[in-house]
């Protein structure tokens, strides 16, 4: 307890995992955090489900650090219960995210997802939203692991989609009016062409590229072989999340 005010709960779903464990091992160290739960499939001493977990364990919130096909489902079940998330996990599209915060606004809590909860990330997202007021051309290039299922990747989703908040990539020639294979000039998300790379020896590199007539600029973001960047975001945003209401997308809004 510090200062008087309770520890905030915290379960976490994916606890034995490349991140989960690292925020797990964090929040215990915290003073005002208490590790409540932990879910995971592998691990005997952990909870299964994230159901399962919320309905034993009273906690404040849930961070998710699993996979694209289960974060929804945990997402939901956490809201139902009236506990507050934060997203971890990639997968999500746009209309997932409008159930999340329509759910969270019905039970009165909060909800913090982030395509990527490093600090550097989120600042790549600043910046290059402050670029795109000013250079109206831009392709955004998604780097990840050779054996990443999803694609683009969560970081390049949310850059893609902040960026077409501000107005959509201005083209020369028509993405559907490209001679030869089309599919060559990447994805649209929303109004950005993204192209998404999946090599070894990559963990998550997001690159947002404006031209403009004579000069380029890029603004990149390369993650390491250590989950710790991811940690100190993730805290950051469990702090957060118990006083608000609602969806907050990006953690570049958590920033001040």
């Given amino acids: 307890m510090v200062g008087g005010a309770p520890p905030i709960r915290v379960c976490v779903a994916g606890v034995t995992g490349w991140t989960g464990s690292a925020v797990a091992e964090a ?8 590790l409540v739960a932990g879910v995971a499939r592998s691990d005997p001493t952990a909870f299964s489900s994230v159901a399962e977990a919320l309905d034993a364990v009273p906690a404040d919130v849930l961070v998710d650090y699993t996979h694209a096909e289960a974060v929804k489902g945990h997402v939901l079940a956490a ?3 009236g506990v507050g998330v934060v997203v971890g996990s990639s997968g999500l599209s746009a209309e997932d995210y409008e159930e999340i915060d329509t759910r969270a606004r019905e039970r009165g809590v909060g909800a913090i997802a982030a395509g990527n909860f490093s600090i550097t990330a989120a600042l790549v997202l600043r910046f290059a939203c402050e670029a795109a007021r000013h250079l109206a051309a831009w392709e955004v290039v998604d780097y990840a692991s050779f054996g990443k299922p999803d694609a683009p990747s969560g970081t390049a989703r949310e850059l893609a989609e902040r960026l077409g908040e501000i107005r959509a990539a201005a083209a020369a020639v ?3 009016e490209t001679l030869g294979h089309v599919e060559a000039r990447g994805a649209s ?9 999946r090599l070894p020896s990559f963990t998550v590199s997001t690159e947002a590229v404006f031209g403009a007539d004579g000069e380029r600029l890029s603004v990149r973001h390369d993650a390491g072989s250590s989950a710790a960047p991811y940690v100190a975001g993730t805290l950051l945003a469990i702090r957060a999340v118990p006083g608000r209401v609602g969806l907050t997308r990006g953690l570049d809004r958590l920033l001040e």
Avoid: F, I, W, Y
């Fill in 174 to 176: 028509p993405v559907a």
């Fill in 27 to 34: 929040v215990r160290d915290a003073a005002d955090l208490e």
């Fill in 79 to 81: 809201l139902e219960r």
């Fill in 189 to 197: 998300v929303a109004g950005t062409q993204v192209h998404s790379v």
